[in-house]
């Protein structure tokens, strides 16, 4: 709710408690005041509001220039009281002149009754009622204040809880690209002396990549389609290298297509897949992008084949998959997991995050 919604309500509440207060002061002249219904209506409505006003407002800074925390209690107390006492006074002076101003009003020969006198009882219940209505209207603003703070410290929190994550989200977004473009070059510098045609293909398709990643923020997010896209760009540049070695199968369910993830979530996977799994393999292998959305879920997997013999990270493990956890633990918190999972010659990595889209 914002602020202006919670004031405008908050100013609606105080006007309807001075209002059922004016019904009440009406009802008490009324009953033993001897004045008629009407009569105390008009008396008690318009003061009864104007005391609201002066109460309101002046307890309101009174409250600001002395903040409980801040202020020592006894003089706190002291200057709430006395003022608290002057408004009464003041207010009881009001009724007198406004009582008075009725009965100058009032045609001669009017039935005896129908305006409202201030008696010396009447008017020290005024005062007393007028010093107990201050207290109470200090002690809402005191209440108000309290609660402004604790939503502005709240909102600084999740502020600084947002920064906090999106720096963490930067950070490893940023490994992502170094320990690519270190596993990139290595390969170049391999067919530098292998060959020179294809080192210089793999050369401008690494720059294309790197061109096309550089828009992408890491607290945005992509669509599961832009993401593949872009793992397949990347299994393009290192279909240079291993040449028909390395096979790739995609199979994104239409519903899923549209859902939003972190940028570049798959690519470690699939780089993985392919320098510890498929790199591995005289014979090369398949890597496998499969993506469906079952209800709120998202699930991905990455799967690729492996050496029957190889184990840990040989298999698939290593710097990506860590990354990738950290960066769905910050992103979703216990929304999203990561489970890897060797089955003989398959190496499997499946993702579970919220089905976000762009709506």
Not at 237 to 255: A, C, K, N, S, T
Request: hydrophobic share 50%.
């Amino acid at each position: 709710m914002g602020g202006g919604s919670w004031a405008r309500r908050s100013a609606a509440l105080y006007l309807a408690a001075w209002l059922m207060l004016g019904l009440m002061l009406a009802g008490l002249l009324s009953a033993t005041g001897g004045a008629g219904l009407a009569a105390s209506l008009l008396f008690a409505l318009p003061l009864v509001l104007v005391y609201a006003a002066v109460c309101g407002f002046s307890a309101y800074y009174l409250c600001r220039a002395y903040p409980l925390a801040r202020k020592p209690l006894p003089a706190t107390l002291g200057v709430f009281f006395l003022t608290a006492v002057c408004a009464a006074l003041l207010w009881c002076a009001a009724a007198s002149g406004w009582a008075a101003w009725w009965q100058w009003l009032a045609p001669p020969g009017q039935v005896q009754g129908s305006g409202v006198t201030m008696s010396r009882p009447l008017t020290a219940v005024m005062f007393g009622v007028g010093v107990l209505l201050y207290g109470m209207t200090a002690c809402g603003h005191y209440l108000a204040l309290e609660f402004e703070r604790a939503r502005g410290l709240e909102r600084r929190e999740l502020e600084l809880k947002l920064l906090a994550q999106d720096a963490e989200l930067r950070m490893l977004r940023t490994q992502v690209d170094p320990h690519f473009l270190f596993n990139s070059l290595n390969s170049i510098s391999a067919l530098t002396t292998i060959d020179a045609g294809a080192a210089r293909d793999m050369t401008l398709q690494l720059a294309g990549f790197f061109r096309h990643t550089l828009g992408l923020e890491a607290h945005r997010k992509v669509t599961l389609l832009a993401e593949v896209d872009l793992v397949e760009r990347f299994v393009a540049i290192e279909g240079v290298r291993f040449g028909p070695r390395l096979g790739f199968e995609r199979h994104v369910g239409v519903e899923a297509e549209a859902c939003l993830l972190p940028p570049m979530i798959l690519q470690p996977l699939v780089e993985n897949a392919v320098k510890h799994g498929i790199g591995q393999l005289l014979e090369g292998g398949m890597v496998r992008v499969r993506a469906e959305r079952a209800g709120s879920q998202l699930r991905l997997r990455v799967e690729n084949d492996v050496d029957p013999d190889a184990s840990g990270k040989a298999a698939g493990g290593g710097v990506g998959l860590a990354n990738v956890r950290a960066r769905l633990r910050a992103a979703y918190g216990i929304e999203a997991s990561v489970h890897a999972t060797r089955d003989g010659n398959l190496f499997r990595v499946d993702l579970v995050l919220p089905a976000e889209t762009g709506e």
